[in-house]
Antibody, heavy 121, light 111 residues
């Protein structure tokens, strides 16, 4: 079954760190770009970051640049999001999304069901 | 990286057609045909319904269509069905900044 499944969400205090994972299965993970997108409670979707198929390039939204880091392990078909210096406004459902191809401009072809992150003291 | 502008809500009766607009700038929608649309039901994974402005992924109903004029893209759903009730998001690639930007989302209600 072709799917991506996020994990690692939970409750974390402001200023702390959290690492999310996204396990891919049913497709050749190492030929697709991968994204993280989030949705804060009552808000719309917000693109966060993209990593190319081979991990050579990463792109970030201004809102997370310098705090979040995307990475991937193609040998384990897994995508990661390292989130540091977390703030209350980072509270959201975090989605992993597979691009339709290997280029920066390829759309979000497949999504996971998300993992919830709550930043609260 | 300003969000694209969508109406907060639209509604239509069963069997009717509706159109959701998505307004951007010459830095995103207006420059390239890299607009996509996503259907999102609460608690579910978002689903791609239109890509590259007008293209429909395999398995998506022919009732979904997309278009673009200048800096504004549109999603039209014809023959509305109860199952179409969801939130819809437009999205565009911003070539100059190598980033993606979403619209604020439109809640579709089928009456």
């Amino acid at each position: 079954q072709v799917q991506v499944v996020e994990s690692g969400g939970g409750v974390v205090q402001p200023g702390r760190s959290l690492r999310l994972s996204c396990a891919a299965s049913g497709f050749n993970f190492n030929i697709y770009g991968m994204h993280w997108v989030r949705q804060a409670p009552g808000k719309g979707l917000e693109w966060l970051t993209l990593i190319l198929y081979d991990g050579t390039k990463e792109y970030y939204a201004d809102s997370v640049k310098g705090r979040f880091t995307i990475s991937r392990d193609n040998s384990k078909n897994t995508l990661f999001l390292q989130m540091n210096s977390l703030r209350a406004e980072d509270t959201a459902v975090y989605y992993c999304a597979r691009a339709s191809g290997r280029y920066e401009y390829d759309e979000f072809e497949m999504w996971g069901q998300g993992t919830m992150v709550i930043v609260s003291s | 990286q300003s969000a694209l502008t969508q109406p907060a809500s639209v509604s239509g009766s069963d069997g009717q057609s509706i159109t959701i607009s998505c307004s951007g700038t010459s830095s995103d929608i207006g420059t390239y045909n890299l607009v996509s649309w996503y259907q999102h039901l609460p608690g579910k994974a978002p689903k791609l319904v239109i890509y590259e402005v007008t293209k429909r992924p395999s398995g998506v109903s022919y009732r979904f269509s997309g278009s673009k004029s200048g800096n504004t893209a549109s999603l039209t759903i014809s023959g509305l069905q109860a199952e179409d009730e969801a939130d819809y998001y437009c999205c565009s690639y911003a070539v100059s900044s190598t980033t993606w930007v979403f619209g604020g989302g439109t809640k579709l209600t089928v009456l």
